[in-house]
C-alpha cells in the first residue's frame, strides 16, 4: 500500500478559509484532490502568518499547521536508535518525524467538493529545517519515500520529498536564520484551475499579483497577511 498524506491540520479560522471561496465543512475539512485540508478553530490570536510580498519567496516564521495524517505507513514503527523518528507513548499511532507532529489514519475515501475559489488540490507543504539531510532521513525512514533532488540557491538549501505516487510535494528548506532544533511545518501551496480569476475573486487587498514560479511555465500568487490564516499560503496554476 502506497503512502499518502490524507490531511494537513491547520489551527485557525474556519471563516477565514470560507472567505477565500473554499469550501470547509462542519467538521473543519476542506476537501481536495488528494490531501485535504482540515481547519482545527483556534483562540483568536493565537497564530500569525507573514506576508511574503518582500521578494523574499521563502522565510522562516510561525505556522499554523499542527500536523499530517499519513496512511499507508506502519503505524507501529519501530524506529532505530538513531533515528529522529519517535512514537509518542501514550498512543501508538502518533509520531514525531523530527519534530513534524505525525498521526497514522486508515486509508480515507476520495472527497472532493467544488470551490469558489477554483481549488483542485494542495501542491506542496513547505517545512523549514536547521538540517535538511537530518529531516530528509527522517522522513524516508518513516514514509519509505526517499529525497528527489536538492535545489541549493545561495546560502538556502531545499529537498523535496514525495509522498506516494503523484502525492503531496513536502518541500524542505534549510537556512542559515533557521534556529537550530527539529524541523517544523511553515506554509503550503495550493493549485487553482485559474489563477487570474481566483485573483479577481479575492481582490488586489487579499492577493498578490501574479508572477512566475521556480517551477517553469507556472504561476504563483501570495495569501495576504491580513486574511488572517494564520501561515503563509500561496495560489499557484496547476
Not at 474556519?14 to 483556534?42: E, F, K, M, N, Q
Not at 507501529?76 to 523518528?85: D, G, K, M, R, T
Not at 519515500?145 to 509522498?163: A, D, N, T, Y
Not at 521556480?214 to 495560489?235: E, F, H, M, S, Y
Request: charged share 20%; aromatic share 4%.
Amino acid at each position: 500500500m502506497s503512502p499518502r498524506v490524507e490531511w494537513l491540520t491547520v489551527s485557525g479560522d474556519p471563516d477565514a478559509w470560507r472567505s477565500l471561496g473554499l469550501v470547509v465543512g462542519d467538521d473543519g475539512l476542506v476537501p481536495l484532490h488528494g490531501t485535504c485540508l482540515r481547519i482545527a478553530r483556534s483562540d483568536p490570536g493565537s497564530s500569525a502568518g507573514h506576508d511574503r510580498d518582500d521578494g523574499n519567496d521563502e522565510v522562516a516564521g510561525p505556522s499554523g499547521i499542527t500536523g499530517w495524517t499519513l496512511s499507508g505507513i506502519d503505524a507501529e514503527l519501530s524506529p532505530s536508535a538513531s533515528s529522529n523518528v519517535s512514537q509518542n507513548p501514550s498512543s501508538s499511532n502518533i509520531f514525531s518525524i523530527d519534530g513534524l507532529p505525525t498521526e497514522v489514519a486508515p486509508v480515507g475515501h476520495p472527497v472532493y467538493a467544488e470551490h469558489r475559489l477554483g481549488a483542485i488540490g494542495l501542491d506542496h507543504v513547505v517545512v523549514m529545517t536547521s538540517q535538511l539531510d537530518r529531516t530528509s532521513a527522517a522522513i524516508a525512514e518513516a514514509t519509505g519515500c526517499e529525497l528527489k533532488r536538492i535545489r541549493e540557491v545561495g546560502s538556502m538549501r531545499q529537498g523535496f520529498h514525495r509522498i506516494g505516487s503523484g502525492g503531496l510535494i513536502v518541500e524542505l528548506v534549510e537556512r542559515p536564520e533557521v534556529p537550530d532544533g527539529p524541523a517544523a511545518f511553515w506554509g503550503l501551496v495550493v493549485n487553482v484551475d485559474d489563477l487570474d480569476a481566483a485573483c479577481a475573486l479575492l481582490g488586489d487587498d487579499r492577493i498578490s499579483s501574479p508572477k512566475d514560479a521556480v517551477q517553469p511555465g507556472r504561476r504563483i500568487a501570495t495569501i495576504r497577511n491580513d486574511v488572517g490564516l494564520g501561515l503563509p499560503v500561496a495560489l499557484m496554476t496547476p
